[in-house]
């Protein structure tokens, strides 16, 4: 094997020139493939992180039925406290959780005194929603308070506080309607200013859970929402699993569910996005088989019509069907080898510089994100892995046609 | 018992409409340690008679027996691995590997085809290499050397892995009268030395009568055979 080997690396020598375009084609695939799947992969990467530690966490509970109306917002679908008690339990029983945070969400009227509109609020306490979403802060610009929110105090969404022509430090009225109909208002304190997150919430204020309560009118310990952070994202799938089986062990009255429970993946249109940027990857990829493929293929076609003659001496001498298409095999292989190897060192180097030089981009409201490019060794891996298999397929039917060569035809041949 | 033996021999094919009988009738059989040439005009069946005994073709008719074994139906697969083992071959355009040495054309049947120990297959390469006189060329590729050398590295590498038989088509076509005598005396000194039968094809003038056993061709038929050991 090792003499084939050398006497393929040789051949590919031979034609130093055609060798090098081919090498450099593959390597022109491998570089693109990488840098696409590392720019889009740290992209999503990073606009995942965004919206699951700025605002949805990983996981969310609600009563059932909550999330379909969550339009209107409904306070009469809001988790009763025993509930609130039982998910608890749950979720403190768990290993994967991090932390979790009860959420109060509803709609109000926000007056300053000089112009009304409607805002959607959440009411949180503050230490656990920054365990659960710990870029929330990030979010918040013009606070000069330790904490992310007191009491008395509202974070107002970004575009509204423009709308509205206010700031911190401002004061604001909130009129509420409970479930009961009962209005209620009172004045807060614009404590910072959130800045807007692509998504459902993404716009939404902020205020104590106490005080939604109290606007509220609601006495016992009733929520809208749970949010769940855990200790590693990739254990969603099978904690969120877990969860809803053991939720689902708790029934209604009619024996019907109680609970509803939702991965980001299900709560954000963004989800949508990265399923696209994983098809855009996949048929980047079908791209690089074709490229691959088209280039070895090409140049191994080349390689034995311009060998006919010696195919048919090292036939003549004795070289079995077999060993001949090693040799052309060996030298797509080697080829694929190449061209990936120059692909990932180019690859590397790229990366180097864009992490020093990093690209700057904007998605919707956020401005300056820096997309640093990284990719799992793995994928690298399997895309060398890839682009060796296509070089090696490439070069099947052209070492089948030099295998199955007839000598006195190959011998005739000048 | 003989070498090769060929009883009624046919060869022929389509041209168009036409058939060709490029071989017609031929028998005869050569002893081991032969010195043979096939001479005759082109499109006499030279090369299609060292073809079949070669095993790179098959006769339509008759029988061919090359060390014993009946080679006329053998499978691709089968010839490739018989040739390995019993024939070596020597072309009129040399046929060295341009990105192989000397040293590594000579060695390639040992290696490529019969696998051979590393240790016995460079003393084999070494041996053969003094015998054809290019002990210090070994080095050299194929395109650093002359004609005649070439000649007797295609000489030794068709030695190399003990062939009984060693099969030459116009082996001199390539080369002025004085290399040509050489690369004939080199074919029967390695005879000599190793007990090597030779089979050789020309229309060369100038070696048609250096061979011990004559058969001329006329036609695809075989109308004379002289000298000693070969019988029409």
Redesign the interface.
Known sequence: MK??LT?AF??L??YRRRTLLTASLVMLGVLSVLLFTSVTGSFKQMMIGQITDAMLGHIQIHQKGFLAAIDTLPLNRNLKDTQVDKVRAVLDNSDAVAAYSTRLKFGAMFSTFAETTNIRLNGVDPDRELQTVPLLGDRISGRDKPGLLAKGEILVPKLLATGMKVGVGDTVVLVATNKDGSVNGQNFVIGGIVEALSGPGGRDGYIHIEDARSLLRIETDEVSEVAVRLSDIGLLKNTTATLAKELATLRGKEDKPLFEIHSWQELTPFFNIVKMIDVMTFFIKIMLVAIVLVSIMNVMVMAVYERI??I??????????G?IMALFLSEGLLLGIIGAALGIVVFLAAVAVLNVVPISFDFGQQKGLLLEPAISFAEIVSISLIVVAISVLGSLQPAWKAA?MD??TA?RHV | MALVEARDLHKSYQDGTTVVHAVDGVSFAIEPGSLVSFVGPSGSGKSTLLNMIGCLDRPSSGSLTVAGQDVSRLTPRESARFRGQHIGFIFQDFNLIPILTVYENIEYPLLMVQNWAPERRRRQVETVLAAVGMADQGHKYPQQISGGQKQRVAVARALVSQAQLVLADEPTANLDKATALQIIALMKRMRDDFGTTFIFSTHDPKIVGTAEIILTLEDGRLVSAEGHGGTP
């Open positions: 003499k084939i006497i040789r051949n020598r031979r003659n010696e048919g001496t090292i036939a003549a001498i004795g070289t079995g069907p060993k199955t000598p006195i011998l």
